[in-house]
């Protein structure tokens, strides 16, 4: 088959390869782009060129420390690169049970469960605990794996309007009674910034009798004096039912978890599918996570110096004229308006050794389209200086700012 008729799969192929082959012609497409080298952590090679990383999840620059490294080859030597298949058959290893104990007590729950990625504990929690007849109302802006994990789930799909707690509630209200209801939404959204408002968001789940989860992908070692997450920020205790999280931004692995109550992580190890019918997590991976989550308690340096970082970055770039939303955050959109200008930023960026990365349409509503800037513990302030003035820059070129 090579896609060359006129039925909708070869339609929608053909289509994506023209926009791909425009955007690569124009030099403006920038995805896909092989990292050959990392550079004490805030710095990458990329095609030959050095550049300082301005779109890495490593929040706290824990990519490449020794200690975690160290874990990751101990694991190997002792227990190979693969398991014995899935979980629940002869894929669980020790490392497995120390990592979930670790993420458990750093989230102050009764016991957590983990996954091979993110994105599948997202799909694979909602889609077991919810099912026909039940409600879940989603945050507008959450992350597609919550998204599609509602979709799969079969239960009634509600999406209240970003941050809008008076939304929020009018759904709850209109759900009939006795039915069960999750609410889900990402503590720290991925495409803007900003962190969900749970002291609200929490009061209105007990007063309506709805589960709360919460996705702490960009929150974990983030939020709060200690990194502990969003709880931690807003100095709230157990307010989150489903404490969901990934081992892939500030943990440098790859992996998800949920933390919660024994009774929801024995069932959930027990019914959910990408648990019971996926291998495991590898060992250098667990034993990464396990190390990663120890060196954020021993070092809590790093989150005073993100937080100094992103307040640096943020500032100038206001500043300089830019709309950065309502990020408090790591995660610094750096609005642009079309697609283009979007397009036409980055490659002023990447060209001035910046490597930062723009999102657009349909990822983020038209006219809306962004650099999406990522600040992290590894860098120096000298180093955010520097790519503040290519961004403005460049900005001022193309007439953003
Ligand atoms: C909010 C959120 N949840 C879940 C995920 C998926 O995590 P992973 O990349 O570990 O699969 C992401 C990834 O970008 C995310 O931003």
Same mark, same amino acid.
Request: proline share 3%.
């Given at each position: 088959?090579?896609?060359?008729?006129?039925?909708?799969?070869?339609?929608?192929?053909?289509?994506?390869?023209?926009?791909?082959?425009?955007?690569?012609?124009?030099?403006?497409?920038?995805?896909?782009?092989?990292?050959?080298?990392?550079?004490?952590?805030?710095?990458?090679?990329? *095609?030959?060129?050095?550049?300082?990383?301005?779109?890495?999840?490593?929040?706290?620059?824990?990519?490449?420390?020794?200690?975690?490294?160290?874990?990751?080859?101990? &694991?190997?030597?002792?227990?190979? @690169?693969?398991?014995?298949?899935?979980?629940?058959?002869?894929?669980?290893?020790?490392?497995?049970?120390?990592?979930?104990?670790?993420?458990?007590? %750093?989230?102050?729950?009764?016991?957590?469960?983990?996954?091979?990625?993110?994105?599948?504990?997202?799909?694979?929690?909602?889609?077991?605990?919810?099912?026909?007849?039940?409600?879940?109302?989603?945050?507008?802006?959450?992350?597609?794996?919550?998204?599609?994990?509602?979709?799969?789930?079969?239960?009634?799909?509600?999406? %209240?309007?970003?941050?809008?707690?008076?939304?929020?509630?009018?759904?709850?209200?209109?759900?009939?009674?006795?039915? &069960?209801?999750?609410?889900?939404?990402?503590?720290?959204?991925?495409?803007?910034?900003?962190?969900?408002?749970?002291?609200?968001? !929490?009061?209105?789940?007990?007063?309506?009798?709805?589960?709360?989860?919460?996705?702490?992908?960009?929150?974990?070692?983030?939020?709060?004096?200690?990194?502990?997450?969003?709880?931690?920020?807003?100095?709230?205790?157990?307010?989150?039912?489903?404490?969901?999280?990934?081992?892939?931004?500030?943990?440098? !692995?790859?992996?998800?978890?949920?933390?919660?109550?024994?009774?929801?992580?024995?069932?959930?190890?027990?019914?959910?599918?990408?648990?019971?019918?996926?291998?495991?997590?590898?060992?250098?991976?667990?034993?990464?996570? *396990?190390?990663?989550?120890?060196?954020?308690?021993?070092?809590?340096?790093?989150?005073?110096?993100?937080?100094?970082?992103?307040?640096?970055?943020?500032?100038?770039?206001?500043?300089?004229?830019?709309? @950065?939303?309502? @990020?408090?955050?790591?995660?610094?959109?750096?609005?642009?308006?079309?697609?283009?200008?979007?397009?036409?930023?980055?490659?002023?960026?990447?060209?001035?050794?910046?490597?930062?990365?723009?999102?657009?349409?349909?990822?983020?509503?038209?006219?809306?389209?962004?650099?999406?800037?990522?600040?992290?513990?590894?860098?120096?302030?000298?180093?955010?200086?520097?790519?503040?003035?290519?961004? !403005?820059?460049?900005?001022?070129?193309?007439?953003?700012?």
């Amino acid at each position: 088959m090579d896609f060359d008729g006129d039925d909708s799969v070869a339609r929608r192929v053909q289509a994506f390869a023209a926009r791909f082959t425009e955007g690569k012609l124009n030099d403006l497409y920038f995805y896909n782009q092989a990292v050959a080298e990392i550079r004490g952590g805030s710095r990458v090679l990329v *095609n030959g060129r050095e550049m300082g990383m301005y779109a890495s999840y490593s929040y706290l620059g824990l990519l490449g420390h020794p200690r975690i490294n160290e874990a990751a080859r101990k &694991a190997v030597d002792k227990f190979g @690169t693969g398991t014995n298949g899935v979980r629940t058959l002869a894929g669980t290893l020790t490392l497995h049970e120390e990592l979930e104990e670790t993420i458990a007590q %750093f989230k102050e729950t009764e016991a957590a469960i983990t996954y091979t990625s993110g994105y599948v504990t997202n799909l694979t929690v909602i889609s077991t605990l919810m099912g026909r007849g039940d409600y879940v109302l989603s945050d507008k802006l959450n992350h597609a794996s919550i998204v599609d994990g509602c979709l799969m789930s079969g239960a009634e799909f509600r999406r %209240f309007k970003h941050n809008d707690m008076i939304d929020l509630e009018h759904r709850l209200q209109q759900i009939p009674d006795g039915a &069960a209801r999750l609410v889900v939404a990402d503590a720290v959204f991925s495409m803007d910034g900003d962190v969900i408002d749970l002291p609200r968001l !929490s009061a209105l789940c007990r007063q309506y009798n709805a589960y709360l989860m919460i996705d702490e992908a960009h929150s974990l070692g983030v939020l709060g004096p200690t990194g502990h997450g969003i709880e931690e920020y807003y100095g709230l205790h157990n307010v989150v039912d489903i404490k969901m999280g990934t081992l892939s931004k500030t943990i440098p !692995s790859v992996g998800g978890y949920v933390a919660g109550a024994q009774p929801l992580i024995d069932y959930l190890r027990h019914t959910t599918r990408a648990y019971i019918f996926s291998a495991a997590l590898p060992p250098a991976q667990a034993a990464a996570a *396990n190390e990663a989550f120890k060196v954020i308690v021993d070092e809590p340096w790093r989150i005073a110096k993100l937080n100094r970082n992103t307040g640096l970055f943020i500032a100038g770039l206001r500043r300089a004229g830019f709309d @950065t939303l309502l @990020t408090t955050t790591a995660i610094v959109p750096v609005l642009c308006g079309s697609d283009e200008r979007a397009y036409a930023l980055t490659r002023e960026a990447q060209h001035h050794d910046v490597f930062v990365l723009p999102v657009v349409s349909p990822a983020v509503p038209d006219g809306q389209a962004r650099l999406r800037a990522t600040i992290t513990a590894a860098h120096e302030p000298q180093e955010i200086e520097h790519a503040m003035d290519v961004i !403005s820059t460049a900005g001022r070129q193309i007439g953003i700012i």
